[in-house]
């Protein structure tokens, strides 16, 4: 079966410093990956998709960055740090083939940026 | 600019009763839905799902309605239980990609 697995579950960053979350697929090949933010009290947000290795499309613009190192590796980065990066990080496959299937979501990294 | 809105922020159903969650959706490219189940600190959980040929799907206590003519599209669970509480997620995601856009989210509680 699948699975996903994302870390750190919990992470307080001092405004400025880097950021690297990691995001890790099991069980599947060729997956779409997927990072989502969602700050207080709002809805889930796309930041990145990704349908293959080094193919990275950005939704919003903003202070992260996300890379895809390997088939079923994700990572969302930053070099500084903002306030306003804090929030809930969420990380997402589905399948590539075929077009109506359902995203998976990894448990989540809380962000604090103090 | 939302293309998916979820405009209850909140509802509060009594135990047994009819949960009605509903979203509305603004682009006419999106032709699949659906539904995802989230609780404090975890991941959203995929619940159901509707394509944009049917107007309703089934799964058990749960079914989700799809109107295209209004792009509105509402998620029914009968009855309601306790556990049933959390935030409910209405996506939508245009043909031909597996992107998917989250609306804002509805807090279900479900008391005795």
């Known amino acids: 079966s699948q699975t996903i697995h994302q870390w750190p579950a919990t992470l307080v960053q001092p405004v400025g410093s880097p950021l690297s979350l990691e995001c890790t697929v099991e069980?599947?090949?060729?997956?779409?990956l997927y990072w989502y933010r969602q700050a207080a009290g709002r809805g889930l947000q796309l930041l990145f998709y990704?349908?293959?290795?080094?193919?990275i499309s950005s939704e919003v613009p903003q202070n992260l960055s996300a890379s895809r190192p390997q088939d079923r590796q994700f990572i969302l980065s930053s070099k500084k740090l903002l306030l306003s990066d804090s929030g809930f990080y969420l990380c997402?496959?589905?399948?590539?083939?075929?077009?109506?299937?359902?995203?998976?979501f990894g448990q989540g990294t809380r962000l604090t940026v103090v | 600019d939302q293309q998916v809105k979820q405009n209850s922020p909140s509802l509060s159903v009594q135990e047994g009763r009819i949960s009605i969650l509903n979203c509305d959706y603004t682009n006419s490219m999106f032709d699949y839905f659906l539904w995802y189940k989230k609780y404090p600190a975890e991941g959203p959980t995929f619940l159901i799902s509707?394509?944009?040929?049917?107007d309703k799907n089934e799964d058990g206590r749960f079914t989700v309605f799809l109107n295209k003519s209004a792009k509105h599209l509402s998620l029914h669970i009968v009855p309601s239980q306790p556990g049933d509480s959390a935030v409910y997620f209405c996506?939508?995601?245009?043909?031909?990609?597996?992107?998917?856009?989250f609306g804002a989210g509805t807090r279900l509680a479900v008391h005795p």
């Open positions: 997402a496959w589905s399948e590539r083939q075929g077009m109506n299937t359902e995203a998976f």
């Open positions: 069980g599947t090949s060729n997956p779409n």
């Open positions: 990704s349908v293959g290795i080094g193919q």
């Open positions: 996506a939508a995601s245009p043909g031909g990609y597996n992107k998917l856009i």
């Open positions: 509707i394509s944009s040929i049917k």
